[in-house]
């Protein structure tokens, strides 16, 4: 059974940093698609960031990039998401992602709110 346990969120003030964490369980992170998404008040989901099987290459949205970092530790079998410069419009919940590159199933964790605000 696949599980997917996120942990970091918190409440910050603009400009500040912070860094989700995606510990994933019955499936491996470093040889499958890793993808954290956001859900933001009255908006559709979204993706933030993504890292790909069995390398190090990355994609990001377009409102996060330079500011978001995707990563993953193999020994950990966690993936991590490190957030600066932080906007009162990254105020979301941030839900980790995994897709099985085999059979193209996809597994969500429970989701983590990040609240950035003065």
């Known amino acids: 059974q696949v599980q997917l346990v996120e942990s970091g969120g918190g409440t910050v003030q603009p400009g500040e940093s912070l860094e989700l964490s995606c510990e994933a369980r019955?499936?491996?992170?470093?040889?499958?698609?890793m993808s954290w998404y956001r859900q933001r008040p009255g908006k559709e989901r979204e993706m933030v960031a993504t890292?790909?099987?069995?390398?190090?290459?990355?994609n990001y949205a377009d409102s996060v990039k330079g500011r978001f970092a995707i990563s993953r530790d193999e020994h950990l079998n966690t993936v991590y998401l490190q957030m600066s410069s932080l906007k009162p419009e990254d105020t979301a919940v941030y839900l980790c992602n995994a897709r099985e590159i085999t059979t193209r199933a996809d597994y969500w964790g429970q989701g983590t709110q990040v609240t950035v605000s003065s």
């Open positions: 890292i790909y099987a069995f390398g190090q290459i990355t």
């Open positions: 019955g499936f491996t992170v470093s040889q499958n698609i």
